[in-house]
């Protein structure tokens, strides 16, 4: 039986992947991988952010791993780069990348409130933690105000 188009090209592209990685692993060519892998995540991510945003047919699921694969790309590229000390204050970016594939797909599509609250104390805990990491921000205080306001809000809110 004759593999699909599809398989076979997934296949050469593996293939040839793990070629280049056992030549790089015996030094006959040198590579470092260290600096290229966060590509397999980047790549994918940008892949999912063009086919919503270029096709005609528009489909939202892509919207969430494409927001959080793209974010999460760069993130470990400028870890890779510039070294992994650095991931202490990074971390919070991880939370973002999620927080940014939910707005995706509520701003361009789904727009079920369901989804608010998760983007919303996700991007509220990175940025905070963003702060406190290069702002020196007062993250134990940050906390009460924070229930404090949305507590009044709530109270506040009309139905």
Excluded: C
């Excluded at 590229?77 to 992994?84: I, K, N, R, T, V």
């Amino acid at each position: 039986m004759r593999a699909s188009k599809g398989r076979m090209f997934v296949g050469i592209v593996v293939l040839f992947s793990g070629i280049f990685m056992l030549l790089n692993y015996l030094q006959f060519i040198e590579f470092r991988f260290a600096l290229i892998w966060p590509m397999f995540l980047l790549i994918p991510g940008l892949i999912f952010e063009f086919g919503y945003f270029f096709s005609r047919r528009k489909n939202h699921a892509q919207l969430v791993p494409g927001g959080i694969l793209t974010v999460y790309g760069l993130v470990f590229f400028l870890e890779a780069y510039y070294g992994w000390a650095i991931l202490s204050p990074v971390w919070p970016f991880l939370l973002l990348g999620v927080a940014f594939g939910l707005f995706q797909l509520y701003a361009f599509g789904y727009q079920d409130r369901s989804l608010l609250l998760p983007m919303v104390l996700l991007t509220v805990l990175g940025l905070s933690n963003i702060l406190q990491n290069y702002y020196d921000f007062d993250f134990e205080l940050a906390i009460p105000v924070i229930l404090i306001l949305s507590g009044l809000f709530l109270i506040i809110k009309k139905r």
